[in-house]
Nanobody
């Protein structure tokens, strides 16, 4: 059974940085395209960033482009989300998810999901 575990969330002031990690327990992590999503209270889950299985292509939501960077280390079965210049509107629970189908911005393309990690940005 494939499991994903996020870490690295926390409380940070506006303008600060955090790095999220997502460790996946899969025999063939390199087969998975990976995505990061977030969900703020009262809002739908939204796409943040994605990376293909070899790590050669990355995709970002317009709201985070230029501030967030997704990367992966296939030797460590881990995907990262480096978040810089954080804003209060980045406050949300952040989830990582895996897809064996294709890289997508749609949550429905991903399964399984991690449990989420809270990111809170104070103004």
């Amino acid at each position: 059974q494939v499991q994903l575990v996020e870490s690295g969330g926390g409380l940070v002031q506006a303008g600060g940085s955090l790095r999220l990690s997502c460790a996946i327990s899969a025999r063939t992590f390199s087969n998975y395209n990976m995505g990061w999503f977030r969900q703020a209270p009262g809002k739908e889950r939204e796409f943040v960033a994605a990376i293909n299985w070899p790590g050669s292509s990355t995709y970002y939501a317009d709201s985070v482009k230029g501030r967030f960077t997704i990367s992966r280390d296939n030797a460590k079965n881990t995907v990262y989300l480096q978040m810089n210049s954080l804003k209060p509107e980045d406050t949300a629970v952040y989830y990582c998810a895996a897809s064996t189908l294709f890289v997508s911005t749609a949550p429905a393309a991903y399964n399984p999901w991690g449990q989420g990690t809270q990111v809170t940005v104070s103004s």
